[in-house]
């Protein structure tokens, strides 16, 4: 019985072709997914502007941040706690006594003390370094002695003030130079009254908080 070579290539053919028709069937698929994994096309240019445009237009956005929303947020702060008032008043040399000048030095330290009844003083006398340390320690309390009398004379409570007499231990500037001449400059500066107000309560801060600049009055050493 002979075999029909010929027939069984035309099968094998056919068989061939629809192996080759399933693989291509199983293809799309495989791109259809990855298709679907991938990013959107970014919108063009002009699609941003646009937008950008059509927002403007629109009016300003809700967020916090517009001024208005800021203005409004800064005026429920709390006001910052109110800071002690300080002044310096510089004296003569071995000199208590208070001037003109001295007294028109002390006009803000008044002003600072009646606005806050409630709030401490303190005042602190110094020398410069001339002399002995209990001779300096001595006018330095005078001097701190003078201004708080003078505070009293002009209705400030008496007990609210407190005196120190430092002596030549706190200076704030040299009483000597480097080759160690004198430094009358210097001893100037030392010679004062440090005058602080404490800060008032929350309770008694007044409405307008005095300036806390320190105020000096320069004086001519006699």
Same mark, same amino acid.
């Given at each position: ?12 053919? @056919? ?5 080759? +028709? ?40 809700? %967020? ?58 303190? /005042?602190?006398? %110094? ?37 120190? +007499? ?5 200076? /704030? ?21 440090? /005058? ?6 929350? @309770? ?12 000096? /009055? ?5």
């Amino acid at each position: 019985m002979g075999v029909d070579r010929r027939g069984i290539f035309l099968v094998a053919g @056919a068989l061939a072709c629809l192996a080759l +028709g399933a693989c291509d069937n199983r293809s799309p698929p495989k791109q259809a997914n990855q298709a679907a994994h991938e990013p959107p096309p970014a919108p063009a240019a002009t699609e941003t502007a646009d937008n950008a445009e059509q927002a403007e237009a629109a009016g300003p956005s809700a %967020s916090v941040m517009r001024p208005a929303v800021v203005a409004e947020a800064e005026k429920t702060q709390p006001p910052p706690p109110p800071e002690p008032f300080e002044a310096t008043i510089p004296f003569d040399y071995d000199g208590s006594k208070l001037d003109d000048a001295t007294k028109a030095a002390l006009a803000p330290v008044v002003a600072a003390a009646l606005k806050s009844p409630d709030a401490p003083i303190t /005042i602190r006398g %110094s020398t410069d370094s001339k002399g002995d340390d209990k001779t300096n320690r001595r006018i330095s309390l005078e001097r701190a002695d003078a201004v708080r009398d003078y505070l009293a004379s002009q209705g400030v409570a008496k007990e609210r003030m407190t005196t120190i +007499g430092l002596g030549e231990t706190r200076p /704030i500037a040299p009483n000597a130079n480097l080759d160690g001449s004198d430094n009358p400059e210097g001893r100037r500066k030392n010679r004062r009254v440090d /005058i602080v107000v404490a800060a008032p309560s929350a @309770a008694t801060a007044p409405a307008a908080e005095p300036s806390a600049d320190m105020t000096v /009055i320069d004086k001519p050493s006699e």
